[in-house]
């Protein structure tokens, strides 16, 4: 008789355990370009770090949190930017392709 395995949904945030890990996951979701996915990604960091501390540490609340970077969250740029701050973190630029100038 076959035994039945129980398995659960892959979840990301269980594997961003490091500060390197957590980089290259935002490196790789920022390069997507698809401003969806990025957000959905920084939501995803969030709730590996904690989003009741992130939240609190954005100002904001933590339903606020969740709704702005869930699914269906559009969030604000200073609002990215305030959870961003809060997960120890910050944009940069860098020029797409090498030789570039103004």
């Known amino acids: ?7 659960k949904p892959f979840d ?21 370009g698809d401003a969806a996915y990025i ?3 920084i939501g995803t960091v969030a709730r590996s770090r904690g989003m009741t501390q992130i939240a609190k540490d954005a100002s904001m609340s933590r339903e606020s949190l969740y709704k702005s970077l869930g699914g269906d969250g559009n969030p604000e740029f200073a609002t990215v930017l305030r959870v961003l701050s809060a997960l ?8 797409e392709r090498a030789g570039a100038s103004t």
Do not use: C, F, P, Q
């Not at 008789?1 to 398995?7: G, L, Q, V």
């Not at 945030?13 to 935002?26: F, K, T």
């Open 12 to 32: 990301v945030a269980e594997h961003l355990n490091s500060e390197v890990v957590i980089a290259a996951y935002l490196d790789e979701a920022m390069a997507t």
């Open 88 to 95: 120890g973190l910050r944009l940069s630029v860098e020029l």
């Open 39 to 41: 957000v959905k990604a």
């Open 1 to 7: 008789m076959a035994t039945k395995r129980k398995s």
